[in-house]
């Protein structure tokens, strides 16, 4: 399990690694009130690129219980031609994703509204209920202007921690793989502050790289690479 914060990462293992290096930082679980003041020494002092948490799935629950939990949900698409589309955000090359909302849960089950949402190991949100798949549709439609879009597979998720008005929150972002057809009347969404959104051919994934968030590079790497 790997967060992000910022280009730092805070990451969960069984042992040390070896080697340490004088940017790195390392806690033992032992409690929450520990694990806390640990992540806080973490946030304040930028010299740690990363913090290593020596304990799993209980470390990893404790450190979610000291953040506010949102889950969100996008896609990276693809056309007839092999490229793919990025929309450019606030000086970033990113997908098209968002929040999961209320209206994302409308005539669903009592079992799918009850999935769990937050778990260290997140092939257990595999497959996604219907509502993550929704959510994903939704927003890839909303912010790139696309009328008829497809889920393909699951991509990994990827998680990031940030603070607004002094709250910490932990996000989990939810990706799908997706079609659509080339053909279609691309739109920013600029009132979320998109004012481009373009197909990319493969071979010019590098400048992606370049430019955009580190959580979300890691899972381009992961997908062209």
């Not at 806080?40 to 506010?68: H, M, P, T, V």
């Not at 007839?80 to 409308?106: A, S």
């Amino acid at each position: 399990m790997k967060i992000f914060l910022n280009e730092r990462t805070i990451q969960f293992v069984k042992i040390a690694p070896d080697n340490l290096l004088a940017s790195e930082m390392v806690v033992k679980y032992e409690s929450v009130e520990k694990l806390q003041e640990a992540y806080a020494d973490f946030e304040r002092y930028e010299k740690f690129l990363n913090l290593w948490i020596i304990g799993q799935e209980s470390a990893f629950q404790a450190f979610a219980s000291l953040l506010k939990y949102i889950p969100a949900a996008g896609g990276l698409v693809k056309n007839e031609k092999g490229e793919y589309l990025f929309i450019h955000r606030l000086g970033h090359w990113d997908l098209p994703k968002g929040k999961i909302d209320k209206k994302d849960f409308q005539n669903k089950t009592s079992s799918e509204k009850q999935f769990p949402l937050l778990a260290w190991d997140d092939t257990i949100l595999k497959p996604h209920p219907s509502w993550a798949r929704n959510a994903a549709i939704r927003e890839v439609k909303e912010e790139t202007g696309l009328k008829s879009v497809k889920i393909v597979k699951d991509l990994p998720s990827t998680w990031h921690t940030y603070t607004i008005k002094d709250k910490r929150i932990l996000k989990q972002t939810m990706w799908f793989e997706m079609e659509a057809d080339s053909a279609q009347i691309l739109k920013p969404q600029t009132s979320e502050g998109i004012f481009l959104v373009k197909w990319t051919h493969p071979n010019a994934i590098h400048c992606i790289l370049s430019h955009t968030y580190a959580s979300l590079r890691e899972l381009l790497l992961e997908v062209f690479f």
